[in-house]
């Protein structure tokens, strides 16, 4: 199975920094999906096929990569960006998530 | 539109079976692979399988073949997920999520299920 990586496992950002999260694979995959989760709650999805925002996600959200090596941008920190993030890889069976990264508001 | 209701928390024995439901609402529940994926507490998020309710197909990660059993219901546009032989290592919040056109669009509230004596 392919095994993500997602770097960093926690970080912590002020208002208005750019952030970037990676999620490295194992073998190469053709896209990645991305997952915001809020403590107690449901995971929403926030991008798909690498770069497409899911609806209501605001623009300030990117995401690209291809191969072995995905990432999600936040060009802008805002409060309500402070969540879980998970990466998703459906190209090889089984599915499977990367372990999170934790974005704190600094 | 669309909905995944699931069934509420469960508190069940060790060496006992438990299963849990997903009632679709808002769209054809038979056009739609169901996915089912766990997550322990403070961890992540951990596939389990998939079914298909327009033909019943299934597909399992192969660590939880003999744990997870999928079925769903057409009559009732509901997903099951049984559990058997539940550890400890069962305790864990389980969703129910739907894999849209491209990606899963919809999830589940979550079921926290409990092993404990």
């Known amino acids: 199975e392919i095994v993500l990586t997602q770097s960093p496992t926690t970080m912590a950002a002020s208002p208005g920094e750019k952030v970037t999260i990676t999620c490295r694979a194992s073998?190469?995959?053709?896209?990645m999906h991305w997952f915001q989760q809020k403590s107690g709650t449901s995971p929403k999805p926030w991008i798909y096929d690498t770069s497409k925002l899911a609806s209501g996600v605001p623009d300030r959200f990117s995401g690209s990569g291809s191969g072995t090596s995905y990432s999600l941008t936040i060009s802008s920190m805002e409060a309500e960006d402070a969540a879980t993030y998970y990466c998703?890889?459906?190209?090889?069976?089984?599915?499977?998530f990367g372990g999170g990264t934790k974005l704190e508001l600094k | 539109q669309v909905q995944l209701q699931q069934s509420g928390a469960e508190l069940v024995k060790p060496g006992s079976s438990v299963k849990i439901s997903c009632k679709a609402s808002g769209y054809t529940f038979t056009s739609y692979d169901m996915h089912w994926i766990k997550q322990q507490p403070g961890n992540g998020l951990e596939w389990i399988g998939w079914i298909y309710p327009g033909n019943g197909n299934t597909k399992y990660n192969q660590k939880f073949n003999g744990k997870a059993t999928l079925t769903a219901d057409k009559s009732s546009s509901t997903a099951y997920m049984q559990l058997s032989s539940l550890t400890s290592e069962d305790s864990a919040v389980y969703f129910c999520?739907?894999?849209?056109?491209?990606?899963?669009?919809?999830w589940g509230q979550g079921v926290m299920v409990t092993v404990s004596s």
């Open positions: 999520a739907r894999w849209g056109v491209y990606y899963i669009d919809y």
């Open positions: 073998s190469s995959v053709s896209y």
């Open positions: 998703l890889q459906r190209s090889s069976y089984p599915p499977t």
